[in-house]
């Protein structure tokens, strides 16, 4: 130990909560710093689902047919939310190094690569819960429908977006650290490359076959045909959540792959002391 | 001149009798112990970018309780040498040994005993002080650490600031920060690349008391890179002149103007700078 008081084991042991824990905390300030940040992160989930919420009661007054189609249009409005905002804030929070130039300190610190990516894999997680679950209650007075309806099935389709949301913000910040803020707007679009061949809105037979055959490598297309099992058929399809598990483990795996490797050509290449704005 | 190089014992230099400074414990210097195995030992260091060389087959070593100073242009190699050291960039070829352990394979071992502070290197802009150095310190896993801020707080007049945010900072203030969170662990190897920089001229004399008083208070190392020629002679006990990827000249400063014949390190420096240039353009001309 130092006189400072530091712990040299400590700082030494591969994996430490307390670094994780320090980069969340960095991440937590950040949000907790700013009432406006935290109401963005609410607005535009509940933005979408009153707009879509009075869209489906539209189409529902003209048809009965679309009275059950509301239901999945929220639902599907929702979960698409929860993957995007998984991705997303994955991706922010990592920009949020390269704006403030600050990626290099990180690594000259002990904080390993691995538990910078737990890092923002929990703050992920609670962007994510406080953007989507006053949607998903807004929801309940204004349109009679509650996502937690959808009972346990729910958490299995929770966590399979955003293990998604996560796969996919790891391969984005491995492109940031290839290439920096030059591919900032893919940190924005990524997600939306995905989303035609996600059936979100309409299932997956809608598209022609070669299309399905690239939806059915994608774990959200397994997520939103088993919320509709549920809703349409009051079915839950135990082979879909098997499916989108299996597929979120080998793209988590690959991004986790994908990020270590461009980290290491950013050693290579010195991109880390430079990076940022 | 306030040259270590004649082995006088560093003292606190009266500027520095504020109550700030002054809180320190009392300067016990620690000599360097060239016997002691050395913090930094660099052997045939290079690092190619394509065809060029930004270092070339350099080797140095820094002792414990030593402050070892980088000269060298713009573009000499310095922030690449820099960058190697914290790992942040692996060299093409050559040997990096750091507090006893070899940079390149078990980097993390020594992160963090060292640390750095460059004002090319930010902080979390919304972060206020006191936020970014308690993210710092829990990654760096210091004890205490309300402790600890205050004390850097103290040592380096940061009292003022600590709840403000880093953006909001003058370009001064946001320098002492840096070298706060550079602090933050005690390291016992401090990588420093123009530590006074935007500093006026009253608050650059005090950082570098502290670090003077710090290297004689905890025997650690540190390595400056600068451009500031008056502070190099103040605070190192040694030397390094790079131009073009190569360590062209070393020595003690007082040691260097009296090889040179000169009167100052800064004319050394120029110098040795014209004379490069003089024999790059002859090089390109016969080239030509």
């Known amino acids: 130990m130092s006189a400072g008081g530091s712990e040299h084991g400590a700082s030494a042991a591969p994996f430490s909560l307390r670094r994780v824990s320090a980069l969340v905390l960095r991440y937590g300030y950040l949000l907790m710093g700013s009432w406006a940040r935290l109401l963005e992160l609410a607005y535009w989930p509940s933005v979408q689902i009153i707009l879509w919420g009075f869209i489906s009661k539209h189409f529902a ?4 047919w679309a ?11 929702l979960l698409w939310d929860i993957l995007f905002r998984g991705q997303l804030g994955y991706t922010v929070s990592f920009l949020e190094e390269l704006w403030s130039r600050n990626l290099g300190q990180l690594f000259i610190s002990p904080l390993r ?3 910078m990516v737990l890092s923002l894999t929990v703050i992920s997680l609670i962007r994510t819960l406080i953007g989507v679950i006053p949607a998903a209650v807004l929801a309940i007075p204004l349109y009679g429908f509650s996502l937690f309806d959808l009972g346990l099935p729910l958490i299995a389709f929770f966590a399979n977006l955003m293990v998604t949301g996560w796969a996919l913000g790891l391969f984005v910040t491995a492109l940031l650290l290839r290439v920096g803020l030059g591919a900032e707007s893919v940190a924005w679009m990524a997600l939306f490359l995905i989303a035609p061949v996600s059936a979100i809105y309409y299932p997956v037979d809608v598209l022609p076959a070669w299309l ?17 099992a549920i809703l349409f058929d009051n079915v839950f399809r135990g082979d879909y959540l098997i499916g989108a598990m299996l597929l979120n483990l080998l793209y988590l795996a690959l991004g986790g792959l ?6 290491r050509l950013a050693r290579r290449k010195g991109l880390l002391h430079q990076l940022g704005e | 001149m306030h040259g270590r190089a004649s082995g006088a014992s560093p003292t606190v230099r009266s500027s520095l009798g504020r109550p700030a400074l002054a809180n320190l414990p009392g300067p016990v210097h620690i000599a360097p112990v060239l016997q002691s195995p050395p913090v930094i030992d660099v052997r045939n260091l290079c690092r190619r970018f394509g065809d060029v060389a930004a270092v070339d087959s350099i080797s140095f070593s820094v002792a414990a309780g030593s402050v070892t100073g980088l000269l060298g242009a713009n573009g000499a190699g310095k922030t690449t040498t820099i960058a190697m050291l914290l790992g942040l960039l692996l060299p093409t070829s050559g040997a990096i040994t750091v507090l006893g352990e070899d940079m390149l394979r078990h980097r993390y071992r020594v992160l963090g005993r060292m640390n750095f502070s460059s004002p090319y290197f930010d902080l979390p802009q919304r972060l206020t002080v006191r936020q970014n150095l308690t993210v710092y310190a829990r990654l760096y896993g210091v004890r205490q650490i309300g402790g600890r801020l205050s004390r850097l707080a103290d040592e380096l007049e940061l ?20 070298l706060a969170k550079a602090m933050i662990n005690e390291p016992e190897l401090l990588l420093l690349d123009e530590p006074t920089a935007s500093l006026d001229p009253e608050s650059a004399d005090r950082i570098r008391g502290y670090l003077e008083s710090y290297r004689d208070r905890t025997g650690a190392a540190i390595l400056l890179a600068s ?11 040694q030397v390094l002149i790079m131009q073009r990827g190569r360590i062209v000249d070393r020595g003690l400063p007082a040691d ?33």
């Open chain 1, 258 to 263: 994908t990020f270590m490797l461009s980290f």
């Open chain 1, 61 to 64: 007054s003209q048809s009965s």
């Open chain 2, 256 to 288: 260097l103007v009296a090889k040179h014949g000169r009167q100052t390190l800064e004319e050394v420096f120029l110098d040795i700078a014209r004379n490069q240039d003089r024999s790059g353009r002859r090089t390109s001309g016969a080239a030509a």
């Open chain 1, 67 to 77: 009275v059950g189609m509301a239901a999945a249009l929220l639902a599907a409005v």
């Open chain 2, 159 to 178: 009292d003022s600031i600590m709840d403000r945010s880093f953006r909001g900072l003058s370009a001064g203030q946001k320098t002492r920060v840096l």
């Open chain 1, 212 to 228: 399905q055959a690239v939806a059915w490598s994608l774990p959200p297309a397994y997520v939103f045909e088993g919320m509709r």
């Open chain 2, 227 to 237: 451009h500031n020629m008056p502070e190099v002679e103040r605070l190192c006990d």
């Open chain 1, 113 to 115: 690569p691995y538990e």
